[in-house]
Nanobody, 120 residues
Framework: QVHVVESGGGLVQPGGSLILSCAASGRIVRSNAVAWYRQGHGNRRAVVARITSNGQTFYEDSVEGRFTISRDCAENKTFLQMNSLKPADTAVYYC??????????????WGQGTLVTVSS
């Protein structure tokens, strides 16, 4: 079975930086796109950034120019570099990976989430 785990969340001051990591483990036959989502208090989960298997990226408007998504395919890891953080960025961040685990079709695997708090 496949497991996805996020790490790197914590408390950071406004204007600071933080790096989130997403690690996938288990039976991974193929890996396609990986996306970062976030969910603030009382809000719905929404996509923040996405990266394809060939390196194409997408960013939500509010983080464009501040966040950078990247991946290390050899180690099945994906990263989210967050700069110039604002209080509005405070949320639980989730990693979602499209993975073929040998069952016969693509599946979405979600991590448990990591909390990012931006405050003075």
């Amino acid at each position: 079975q496949v497991h996805v785990v996020e790490s790197g969340g914590g408390l950071v001051q406004p204007g600071g930086s933080l790096i989130l990591s997403c690690a996938a483990s288990g039976r991974i036959v193929r890996s396609n796109a990986v996306a970062w989502y976030r969910q603030g208090h009382g809000n719905r989960r929404a996509v923040v950034a996405r990266i394809t298997s060939n390196g194409q990226t997408f960013y939500e408007d509010s983080v464009e120019g501040r966040f950078t998504i990247s991946r290390d395919c050899a180690e099945n890891k994906t990263f989210l570099q967050m700069n110039s953080l604002k209080p509005a960025d405070t949320a639980v961040y989730y990693c979602c990976a499209e993975i073929d685990d040998g069952v016969g079709s693509w599946q979405l695997f979600w991590g448990q989430g990591t909390l990012v708090t931006v405050s003075s």
